[in-house]
């Protein structure tokens, strides 16, 4: 068990580029959560996946997000056209079957849009 | 609509004193509380939860919670902090489908 893991760890854009973060959950870990933090506030849900399939996405999540995992695996956030809004720290977490309220969060990628 | 109030945003305890983290939730249902902590530079881990039968509960790192369920309430507890437990502490509640409620965090500060 080596823990969630996030690249990258830090990521500086300019506006109106595009970015993609990669969470890897804890293999076998079925279920994976991607999480906004802003500096002063808690955790924000943003999307949630049950092995591939993307079951649930926060109404907060503009179009210009886009999150995948394929095969049920690893995950993939992007941000199309990266606004100064979006500068924050971006959480992954997952859980198993067995106990799927028990999040394991990874350590984030920190975003900041120029 | 479900939410999470941490009515302290910062509080300051001595090393061996003893503390408590409050937590007030909004919930339309019989609720999952969470408490959780986050070290700078990491990620958040999991201190304890709530989900039914007895009100307190224990967590690691000698933490505990005790759910009041008339007063909305699931503060985190602990009798005699230690200087590498100053930390961001955020309370939880949820699922509504699959989505978790975070507060805003309660930043602890121990001076020796």
């Known amino acids: 068990d080596t823990g969630v893991s996030q690249n990258p760890r830090h990521k500086i854009t300019k506006r109106g580029q595009n970015v993609t973060f990669r969470c890897d959950p804890i293999s076998e870990h079925n279920r994976l959560y991607w999480y906004r933090q802003t500096l002063g506030q808690g955790p924000e849900f943003l999307t949630y996946?049950?092995?591939?399939?993307?079951?649930?996405k926060s109404r907060l999540l503009s179009d210009r997000f886009s999150a995948e995992r394929p095969k049920g695996s690893f995950s993939t956030l992007e941000i199309q056209r990266t606004e100064q809004g979006d500068s924050a720290m971006y959480l992954c977490?997952?859980?198993?079957?067995?106990?799927?309220?028990?999040?394991?969060f990874g350590p984030g990628t920190r975003l900041t849009v120029t | 609509a479900q939410s999470v109030t941490q009515p302290d945003i910062h509080i300051t305890v001595s090393e061996g004193a003893s503390l408590e983290l409050r937590c007030n939730y909004s919930y339309g249902a019989t609720p999952y509380l969470f408490w959780y902590v986050q070290s700078p530079g990491q990620g958040l881990q999991l201190l304890l939860k709530?989900?039914?039968?007895?009100?307190l509960v224990q967590g690691i790192k000698g933490f505990e919670a005790e759910f009041k369920r008339s007063q909305s309430s699931f503060n985190l507890r602990k009798p005699s902090v230690h200087w590498s437990d100053a930390a961001e502490y955020f309370c939880?509640?949820?699922?509504?489908?699959?989505?978790?409620?975070f507060g805003t965090g309660t930043s602890l500060t121990v001076i020796p």
């Open positions: 939880a509640v949820g699922p509504t489908g699959n989505q978790f409620y």
């Open positions: 996946f049950q092995n591939e399939a993307q079951l649930e």
């Open positions: 709530y989900f039914s039968g007895d009100t």
């Open positions: 977490a997952s859980s198993t079957r067995g106990q799927p309220y028990e999040q394991y």
